[in-house]
């Protein structure tokens, strides 16, 4: 089991490149069952509630097009945020990086006076990692969306956006509340089953005192209508519900893409979002606040908005479009990739497809600066583009993958790759040149190892390095086809290829001087 | 430089690209409704599949059933928020009706309010404790929609808090037929934003166990509507 470890910007710190990672997944059966189970059980709802909808394609059109043009215009609407939230009674403030959101967060509960904080299931608050950087300020943040509690609990890393706990079946989900939950608070009941409903049930125990008492609570949010401040948060069990209404603060963090410009956008995000992620034509609960009422809910609400990198991949004009996101995983689901190695593999807060184009952007790709795990993350799929298919916001994420596989080659992450590409370039160029490499690889065929050394054994890992025949195909063609030549034995002549070979070895003979 | 100039000045040097003039098309071709008859079925169908129970009655049949709902729930306790039909609570004796007092101006009153954001807190106001020591909450509703089977609170005269809907274990709802509508476009149209909303399909679930969906979970365990049929046109 990983421990989990703070992530800095959006990968987990000490986690090996992908392929490492995977290597390990894909070798764990019992990893494999549950991921297949669980892929294929979600990804069979969606297909079936998207086909309750005749006009799916033009929601999806229309989704795509609300979040391009929200981002072509996006410092407007969040002026229009600031302002709506404010005159709601709420505050708003702007973060330009995870260091200052999580210190702004834990300055706003210090100043509550409180030691502990419940948290609504937040994306964003993971890539932040606002739970380490609040307990390194003596305050405890305490996970309440069972996935959430489950992964906590166990000092695991999540393994997929809408259920960070896909990685677990409930025979070890039991043993983990069995062994940790006393530590927390409420401890599981004597006898507890793995029926996931007695599980569920734990968790209700478990949670309810402090779900009565809390008197802070941190969220992100689904979305945020600009022209009226509000904030929409989907979710299934009522932990979400309970940690935005009985709170006395409410701290949401929410990155700057979230942004609808207006109230009838929802239409759009409202129909798409359930069908996609959990395959439901609505989710159980969707909470919608707008600053602070009266009397209802949290009297001191702040907003923080979250840059994070998110304008380096605005100005990116083929990977902005990963900012249209809405956090479904529909795109995990489908990935043959992510069903194989599961979200561990990927080292990251965003794993599967959608993760693979986001966090090597949000980590500054484009500038070089990412380091060998996060540039790792574009050659984690096969380009099979089931992922664009599912995606309600129409995503190319294909398009961007092989886009970031460029950035990734100029950035220097590949020298090796490049001497090797030069190399190649320089024999392939010039026939005469091909011709003496190939009977040189020819006559040392025998002292040739079957594992590559240096850099390159990593390639010969999962493959074998390619027999080298005794003779090239070119030596072949010009003995068995042209009569004498380098070899005596010449053999039957079929007509006309004596031009042929003339011509192989005219073009041979031009290419020897350049 | 204050994080805020920050962050809009990288917005906008990203952005060098987009003319600043430009009107970026949204296409609005998707339905406003995927159904137009059988709206009510449909909408009761719909809270079946995701395990809420339904009754539908007559308008002169409501106060019998919540009653029965009372009874047959066993519920001593039920939390009635203010600006509730007197009619509704008829059959109920006293002592079971734990009244809150908070409420939100009627949507249609926005004659001296445009926001509408006028709560009016009042007396009774119910702690957490005192909602967690009762057995349910008897409310009404704004909106229903039937393709997705939810229901919608708006803090509206019969709807109270939000924690009154979401501490007590059990809900019982009910909704007008003339306030059920077929989709979520056409129940954003009648929502206003700016009061605190909340949409509820079904008990709270969870499906985070091997995918496999538990209903109740945090939230009310159970669900129960009844749905007052339009009455009959004469």
């Known amino acids: ?514 | 430089m204050s994080s805020r100039e920050v962050i809009l000045n990288r917005v906008r040097r990203a952005l060098t690209d987009v003319p600043r003039d430009e009107v970026f098309p949204v296409p609005r071709d998707y339905a406003r409704a995927h159904v137009v008859e059988g709206v009510l079925e449909l909408f009761a169908e719909h809270l079946r599949d995701y395990r809420a129970v339904v009754h539908e009655v007559a308008e002169s049949e409501l106060a019998d059933a919540i009653a029965e709902a009372v009874v047959r729930r066993g519920a001593r306790r039920v939390v009635t928020p203010a600006g509730l039909p007197p009619a509704w609570t008829a059959g109920l004796a006293a002592a079971t009706c734990v009244p809150d007092g908070w409420v939100y101006g009627p949507i249609d009153d926005l004659s001296d309010d445009p926001t509408n954001n006028r709560p009016k807190p009042a007396a009774p106001h119910l702690t957490i404790a005192e909602l967690d020591a009762a057995d349910g909450v008897l409310t009404g509703a704004a909106v229903g929609i039937a393709e997705t089977g939810t229901i919608v609170l708006d803090a509206g005269p019969g709807q109270g808090r939000r924690a009154l809907t979401l501490v007590p274990d059990w809900h019982l709802c009910v909704v007008r037929a003339e306030h059920v509508v077929a989709s979520v476009p056409q129940a954003l149209e009648r929502l206003v934003p700016g009061r605190p909303l909340t949409w509820i399909s079904g008990p709270s679930a969870t499906s985070d166990i091997e995918l496999d969906r538990v209903e109740g979970v945090h939230g009310p365990r159970t669900l129960e509507v009844l749905i007052v049929r339009r009455p009959p046109v004469v």
């Open chain 1, 1 to 514: 089991m990983s421990k989990a470890v703070p992530p800095t910007g959006a990968t987990f710190v000490g986690m090996p490149p992908f392929p490492r990672a995977a290597r390990d997944a894909v070798g764990d059966a019992q990893l494999r069952h549950n991921l297949r189970k669980a892929t294929h059980t979600i990804r069979d709802k969606r297909a079936v509630v998207v086909d309750e909808l005749a006009d799916w394609a033009e929601l999806r059109a229309a989704g795509a097009a609300i979040k391009d043009r929200t981002l072509r215009r996006l410092d407007e609407h969040l002026l229009a945020v600031e302002a709506a939230v404010t005159s709601a009674g709420g505050t708003v403030h702007w973060a330009a990086d995870a260091a200052e959101a999580n210190r702004i967060v834990a300055d706003l509960v210090r100043a509550t006076g409180e030691t502990e904080v419940v948290k609504v299931k937040s994306m964003v608050t993971q890539e932040i990692g606002l739970n380490e950087a609040l307990a390194a300020e003596g305050i405890r943040a305490y996970e309440t969306d069972l996935a959430e509690l489950i992964v906590q609990l166990g000092e695991d890393l999540p393994s997929h956006i809408l259920v960070p706990a896909i990685h677990r079946n409930r025979a070890e989900i039991r043993e983990i509340f069995v062994r940790e939950m006393g530590e927390w608070g409420v401890p599981a009941p004597a006898g507890l089953t793995d029926e996931p409903a007695a599980l569920a049930e734990a968790a209700r125990r478990h949670l309810r005192e402090r779900f009565l008492s809390a008197k802070v609570a941190v969220s992100g949010a689904n979305f945020v209508v600009a022209e009226t401040g509000t904030l929409v948060v989907v979710e299934s069990e009522g932990n979400g519900r309970m940690c935005l209404t009985l709170p006395e603060t409410l701290i949401s963090v929410v990155g700057i893409e979230k942004v609808v410009p207006t109230w009838a956008d929802l239409e759009v995000f409202l129909q798409l979002l359930p069908r996609s992620s959990t395959g439901e034509r609505m989710n159980p609960y969707t909470s919608m606040w707008t600053g602070v009422t009266p009397g209802d809910g949290p009297q001191d609400f702040h907003l923080v908005l979250l840059d994070n990198g998110r304008t380096d991949v605005l100005a990116d004009r083929t990977g902005r479009q990963a900012l249209r996101c809405i956090r479904c995983s529909a795109c995990l689901n489908v990935c043959p990739v992510y069903e194989r190695t599961g979200g561990h593999a990927y080292g990251s807060v965003y794993p599967g497809p959608i993760g693979a184009i986001l966090v090597p952007q949000l980590g500054g790709v484009a500038t070089g600066k990412v380091d060998a795990q996060t540039a790792s993350l574009p050659y984690a799929s096969s380009l099979c583009g089931a992922c664009y298919e599912v995606c309600p916001v129409a995503i190319d994420i294909p398009e961007v993958l092989v886009h970031l596989r460029e950035q990734v080659v100029e950035g220097g992450g590949h020298r090796a790759e490049k001497a090797a590409m030069r190399a190649a370039e320089w024999v392939l160029d010039d026939p005469g040149r091909l011709r003496r490499v190939q009977r040189l690889a020819a006559r040392s065929r025998k002292l040739i190892p079957k594992r590559a050394p240096g850099p390159g054994a990593a390639w010969t890992d999962s493959r074998s390095i390619p027999a080298v025949p005794a003779e090239s195909f070119r030596d072949w063609w010009v003995r068995e086809r042209s009569g004498p030549a380098d070899t005596a034995q010449a053999g039957v002549r079929p007509t006309g290829s004596a031009p042929a070979a003339a011509v192989v070895e005219a073009r041979e003979s031009e290419g020897e001087g350049r």
